[in-house]
């Protein structure tokens, strides 16, 4: 495992958005924005001493299972775990090209990821059976779900959390990337969910809201995760900026799908080259 | 004593190995069985109720077939096929996971229940997916050894569970799951193909043919993805058939028939028993009987269709 200090930390987000940048501009297309919203959440799990891992046996039976349930934002997986070793970074620069192991949605053969997904309300109630598994094994890993806010539209992602309460799975936390945007608009112009956390409180789960950009609130909320105490699962709805780290696409319904190819590519990485200062 | 249903039979067999094995899990998206509540009582830890939620039954049981769990998923046949197909899609059958989905009321199973109960439509939706093994039982006997089967398998498999109680047809020796079918009867040129429930009908029909001194097999094609090498060797001995099914006329194992013979260049005459919905279901209500006379779908659907292509129709 890799553990690193908040400045670190901040640091590596930001390589890491450069990353996706990079990888989703070499193919032309890709979920920039999603990966955006939720750099801080995923690159505070696998470099903050949150999940148990080691990329040298991702199937390591200890470890703990992170389901990307927004199958979508697969890039800002792909460049963590490529950075920890679990794959060959030159992967990174072959997604979706003949014969890669990376497309453009997550697939269950990457070495790290655990479930295929991208088809939306579908990982989050495996991460369900995934907990239930574990516990009934005896084993105290934990199950990491993140979900995109606009996944919360489906109806299975309650099932799975009415089932998750009354199975009293609190070994299982979902993440909400809470960006309040969903592919062509806002979310409270489509299908609103506020109050979202009082409806996760609803449906028998502990609740805590956060800054999804602040380490600071990332991992506290996350802390002592392996030894809770408190019998229900945990929402930490995540509330994030789609697009953050480059102001001309953050908050841009259109941009949902959408790489930064020539001039803009160019913009936007000067964006995260200049400053450094995503995450703050 | 009165037979036992199809699916006490089915869970009867899976108890008696979760027993001894902690890694088998009943997910039942609030389905129930006789046979089911000695999980509930003796196993609970192996008996989840995910309620009425038929998607979260087929996650569910990923996650759990994921951490190394042998999972059988147990819910009402329409809705766990139909409401979640696309989930099934994306989970057991593309990852190619040991999940077996016993789905209770086969075809006109539930016919007093109306259209939303029909299960007509099962088969050729599971069937286009990658993967999935698919079983319709129509014996005690068949439905035991396929329940065995499935301890062993690392594949999906869909099993659609008739409501019914029948006669034993089959001795132990008969059934080869791999093989995917079974005949009964002389060697002639004529065939009856069914599955599930229709067995019964054809053997009644085949008894009725020999009284007019027409001779028929049966075939029970219990598996709808079978050895086609094998089928093709079964099939090429006839030059008529007459294939039955509660299930739609598209995409159903009269279909697959079809799809054998022609790929195959087998010179058979083939007539389809089946449900024609092109124009609806129809607002005929009545018992199971009503709504095979409706459809067609009878011993005397048979008796007929033969005597017809016998004489040249």
């Not at chain 2, 007509?120 to 069937?127: Q, V």
């Not at chain 2, 019964?200 to 009725?208: E, I, K, M, R, T």
């Not at chain 2, 697959?256 to 919905?277: G, P, S, T």
């Amino acid at each position: 495992m890799t553990v690193l200090k908040e400045a670190e930390l901040i640091k590596k987000a930001n390589e890491m958005r450069i990353t996706v940048l990079k990888m989703m501009n070499s193919v032309g297309e890709g979920h920039v924005t999603s990966c955006f919203s939720c750099t801080e959440i995923v690159v505070a799990l696998y470099y903050a001493n949150i999940l148990r891992y080691n990329p040298h046996e991702p199937q390591w039976a200890d470890r703990d299972r992170f389901i990307l349930s927004k199958g979508h934002a697969c890039g800002i997986l792909y460049a963590i775990l490529a950075d920890l070793g679990y794959f060959d970074r030159n992967e990174l620069n072959r997604c979706s090209q003949n014969d890669s192991l990376l497309n453009l949605l997550l697939k269950r053969s990457v070495p790290g990821a655990e479930m295929t997904t991208g088809s939306l309300g579908i990982g989050f109630g495996v991460a369900a059976g995934m907990a239930l598994g574990l516990r009934n094994a005896g084993g105290n890993s934990v199950v990491i779900s993140l979900l995109g806010d606009g996944e919360c539209q489906e109806g299975s992602i309650w099932e799975a959390a009415m089932f998750a309460s009354q199975y009293n799975l609190n070994n299982l936390i979902a993440i909400v990337d809470h960006n309040n945007m969903s592919v062509t608009d806002f979310i409270q112009n489509t299908v609103g969910l506020e109050p979202i956390d009082k409806r996760w409180e609803a449906f028998g789960w502990a609740v805590q809201r956060i800054d999804g950009h602040n380490f600071y609130d990332i991992t506290n909320a996350l802390r002592g995760i392996h030894t809770r105490e408190d019998k229900r699962p945990l929402a930490i709805i995540a509330d994030t900026v789609k697009g953050k780290g480059i102001d001309f696409v953050s908050n841009v319904p259109l941009m949902h799908g959408a790489a930064l190819m020539g001039k803009e590519f160019e913009e936007g990485l000067l964006c995260l080259v200049g400053d450094g200062q995503n995450g703050k | 004593m009165a037979n036992r249903n199809l699916r006490d039979v089915f869970w009867d067999e899976i108890y008696n190995q979760a027993e001894s094995n902690q890694k088998i899990m009943i997910v039942s998206a609030d389905l129930g069985a006789m046979s089911l509540d000695k999980f509930r009582k003796n196993l609970p830890g192996q008996f989840i109720n995910v309620g009425i939620a038929e998607q979260n039954a087929i996650n569910v049981a990923t996650g759990l077939a994921l951490e190394g769990y042998r999972v059988y998923v147990y819910a009402s046949a329409p809705f766990i096929t139909l409401r979640c197909y696309e989930v099934i899609r994306q989970t057991i059958a593309m990852e190619d996971l040991p999940v077996t989905i016993v789905g209770q009321g086969g075809g006109f199973s539930f016919a007093r229940y109306g259209s939303t109960h029909y299960n007509i439509e099962d088969i050729g939706s599971i069937r286009m997916l990658p993967n999935i093994r698919m079983y319709c039982v129509s014996d005690p006997t068949q439905t035991a050894i396929l329940a065995q089967y499935t301890l062993k398998m690392s594949h999906p498999a869909y099993i659609r569970m008739d409501k019914l109680a029948p006669d034993c047809i089959y001795d132990e020796g008969q059934i080869n799951i791999e093989k995917g079918f079974v005949c009964v009867g002389e060697e002639c040129d004529t065939l009856i193909v069914a599955t599930g429930n229709t067995v019964a009908l054809a053997l009644n029909a085949q008894s009725d043919l020999a009284r007019m001194n027409i001779r028929c097999s049966v075939m029970d094609l219990f598996c709808l993805r079978p050895n086609v090498s094998e089928l093709v060797t079964a099939l090429i001995k006839y030059q008529y058939a007459v294939a039955i099914e509660e299930h739609t006329i598209s995409c159903g194992m009269s279909s697959l028939l079809c799809e054998v013979v022609n790929d195959n260049e087998i010179h058979l005459k083939l007539k389809r028993l089946a449900v024609n919905n092109v124009d609806g279901y129809g607002e005929i209500h009545g018992d199971r009987s009503d709504i095979e006379k409706y459809y067609g779908i009878t011993k005397e659907s048979i008796v007929a269709t033969v005597v017809g292509m016998k004489n040249g129709n």
